[in-house]
């Protein structure tokens, strides 16, 4: 992929209607962008079925959720829950008696896990163990979908797995280097990336965020085939990221944010979506903003990219009700601290020559540099202490409306979605967000 395919138009089509079936694959917790997408499947009246990953026992081993769990899940959902665990990736599986992968990470500490080493053979042994459970759950969760869904339906399934890294405490300590250090306390993402650990994270990141959406597509065959049979349509989609269009010195220009550890995962999910689109299968990767979720607030400096939206709403015509998202932000920030002033500092940011050499979208994902970290964690700590309370920041307010932009820009789209991979930038979402104030 030479350069990115971005979403220009508003989308206006609309297949989808009461009686068709949303299913939302990947447990819905907190706040993210799936809750867009059910928001406009409930405004249309379809019945929303969703999955759940299960939970572990006290022995780890995968079980159903229990009546109480099951209850509050479906509640959150507003719809019906499949209680067959589809927890993704293989960190806590392995052949019967053997160690987990988790369990071979339990004794690395800070100063060993740059030179210990894995059993290659034995961790592959681990993930076709976990391949096989995903796929067996995945078959006995599309057997009941089957039952529920109607001839001639229209069905969209939004994949909505991501992550995989392991639960060991040593991961934890090089997290917060890598993402949050700077100076003596700054570590390289490219140090995790060469090591033994660094690799099977990204093996398990592969698992959770892209090759699920591989299994969904190919364990809905039956269905899909049922369903284009009797006159209905199948549609896939799946969330991305790979860097995002914002404004920059007066035009909109890609750029990301470094390092995303799970970037190598997004790509491969994007692969997915091509090669079912090359077999007339509508899958489509919607490759999102940056904003703050529970996710990503591990990634300090990744919100530095939502202020310009601010900009992007002015410019996109948003008159009265635009103004109205500047003077909330103006709110939050400490007297004497201005929202121009705020966006100054971003302007300054994007300008430097450091942010310049990482807008590489051929390169992309970058590891990072310990003069980024100082840059991107400095900025991000000037800004946050420019507001009244550090709960309630500006970028609480635009990830909030990003959320609320993405969810009928992807519902729409993926009715008659125009490529497999495609970029919600801020200029779009902006006139989505403009459309339904105005």
Request: a negative charge.
């Amino acid at each position: 992929m030479l350069a990115p395919t971005s979403l220009r138009e508003i989308p206006k089509t609309n297949i989808f209607r009461k009686g068709d079936v949303f299913v939302l694959f990947g447990e819905l917790f907190g706040r993210g962008y799936a809750n867009g997408l059910i928001n406009e499947a409930r405004k249309a009246g379809m019945t929303i079925i969703g999955i759940t990953v299960g939970r572990r026992d006290e022995n780890n081993a995968l079980r159903p959720l229990n009546s109480e769990e099951l209850a509050t899940a479906e509640s959150n959902l507003g719809g019906k829950i499949i209680n067959v665990p589809l927890m993704a990736g293989f960190d806590l599986d392995a052949p019967a008696g053997e160690p987990t992968p988790t369990d071979l990470l339990a004794d690395m500490t800070l100063k060993s896990w740059q030179d210990d080493k894995l059993d290659w053979a034995h961790i592959e042994k681990c993930r076709e163990v976990g391949i096989k459970r995903f796929k067996d759950s995945v078959a006995k969760v599309m057997s009941q979908l089957d039952g529920m869904i109607a001839d001639g339906s229209n069905v969209f399934f939004a994949h909505t797995m991501a992550g995989g890294i392991p639960k060991v405490k040593v991961f934890l300590a090089i997290a917060n280097r890598i993402y949050k250090g700077r100076g003596e306390r700054f570590l390289s993402s490219s140090a995790l990336l060469n090591s033994d650990l660094g690799k099977l994270i990204l093996m398990n990141f592969d698992e959770v965020t892209a090759n699920t959406f591989q299994y969904l597509i190919e364990g809905s065959a039956s269905i899909r085939a049922r369903l284009e049979k009797t006159g209905g349509q199948t549609r896939y989609t799946a969330y991305g990221y790979h860097g995002t269009e914002i404004a920059i010195d007066h035009h909109n220009e890609w750029q990301t944010y470094t390092s995303y550890t799970q970037g190598k995962a997004k790509m491969r999910l994007e692969r997915v979506a091509e090669a079912a689109w090359a077999q007339g299968i509508k899958a489509t990767v919607y490759n999102c903003p940056e904003i703050r979720t529970n996710s990503s607030d591990i990634f300090v400096g990744v919100e530095l990219s939502l202020f310009p939206l601010l900009k992007a709403l002015k410019t996109e015509n948003g008159g009265a009700w635009a103004e109205a998202q500047w003077q909330g932000c103006r709110a939050l920030l400490q007297e004497g601290n201005s929202l121009e002033g705020l966006l100054q500092k971003i302007d300054d940011y994007n300008a430097s020559s450091i942010m310049q050499r990482f807008r590489n979208f051929a390169a992309w994902p970058m590891d990072n540099s310990a003069e980024l970290a100082d840059l991107m964690i400095g900025t991000s700590d000037e800004i946050t202490k420019m507001h009244l309370d550090q709960k309630a920041l500006v970028t609480d307010l635009l990830s909030a409306l990003v959320l609320e932009g993405t969810g009928p820009l992807m519902f729409y789209e993926t009715s008659n979605p125009s490529a497999p991979v495609l970029w919600l930038n801020h200029d779009i979402i902006a006139k989505k967000l403009n459309q339904m104030h105005q």
